[in-house]
């Protein structure tokens, strides 16, 4: 049975080696091929690193894209139409946010939503921030009666205008002098000068009592309310709210008599009027509301 089993089995015991050889040899070959990769990478990267001593290169970091910067509206038409308000005093600028912000004082109906919606005819895509305040519509009549002549003074190269200490929008407080300069036109004028109360009165501040003449010459400043000039001086009292200050020049005195210092307004308006009507061409007129508080 020895013998007979023997060669049974040889043949088995052969292909065992062999299959074992050719694992095997697999093997080593597989462990060859592995370091000739691992080598590879391996140099790869001492290539990348810095040699003892040299400080690795920065990385290059991209650069930054700065966002454009928004295109600034142009206001220039949408000025043009808010000077035809009359009875208002409107200012219009762009803030920090690139919004169109609409402000200053009416005497007028004008009203905010109105002002909001105007701006987006003129300002593409954009609704104005209105915040104005209101005086009294008495004021609104004067305003209307030099209309016209606001729009003259402001074509000209060198037009009248008041300058107030403190400039726009500067409020006056109880006790305080009424002080402001009058910048003449470039051309030679006799200025009426007057100022019209919350209350309905008006008060001609030039020429007065003391100032009988109103004349300046072309292009000259004269200054208003100032003590110890010689002339009238006045102070800010009640009742307090919102007053309006208006200027004409022109080539002649409008008035040939001299009107009494102070008069309620719905006298002197019709007054007004009559001597506008009669005035020279060259004629013009500027106004300022100011605020008046309790001190």
């Not at 220039?76 to 919004?99: H, N, P, Y």
């Not at 008006?202 to 009988?212: A, G, R, S, W």
């Not at 072309?218 to 102070?235: H, K, Q, T």
């Amino acid at each position: 049975m020895n013998d007979a089993s023997a060669p049974t089995f040889a043949p088995t015991t052969w292909r065992h080696r062999f299959a074992a050889t050719v694992l095997a040899a697999i093997g080593i070959a597989a462990i060859a091929v592995w370091p000739v990769h691992a080598t590879t990478a391996s140099d790869v990267a001492k290539s990348d690193a810095p040699a003892d001593g040299e400080t690795a290169p920065a990385a290059a970091l991209p650069t930054p894209v700065e966002p454009p910067s928004p295109a600034v509206p142009d206001l220039s038409a949408l000025r043009t139409a808010l000077a035809e308000f009359q009875c208002a005093e409107l200012e219009v600028a762009v803030g920090k946010d690139q919004r169109v912000a609409i402000s200053g004082l009416t005497a007028g109906d004008t009203d905010p939503d109105s002002l909001a919606l105007l701006a987006q005819d003129y300002v593409t895509g954009q609704r104005a921030a209105v915040e104005i305040e209101r005086a009294s519509p008495a004021l609104c009549e004067p305003l209307t009666l030099i209309g016209a002549l606001r729009t003259s003074n402001a074509g000209l190269a060198a037009p009248v205008s008041i300058r107030l200490e403190g400039g726009a929008g500067t409020v006056f407080n109880g006790g305080q002098d009424l002080v402001f300069d009058v910048a003449a036109p470039d051309f030679p004028a006799h200025l009426q000068v007057d100022y019209f109360t919350a209350d309905g009165d008006v008060i001609h501040l030039l020429p007065n009592p003391l100032e009988v003449s109103g004349r300046v010459d072309a292009g000259s400043v004269r200054r208003l309310g100032e003590r110890g000039a010689g002339g009238r001086f006045w102070s800010i009292g009640p009742p307090y709210g919102h007053e309006l200050i208006v200027v004409i020049a022109s080539p002649t005195p409008l008035f040939a008599a001299p009107r009494p210092e102070a008069e309620p307004a719905s006298s002197y308006l019709p007054a007004l009027k009559q001597a506008l009507d009669a005035a020279p061409p060259a004629t013009v007129a500027t106004a300022r509301f100011l605020k008046t508080r309790a001190p």
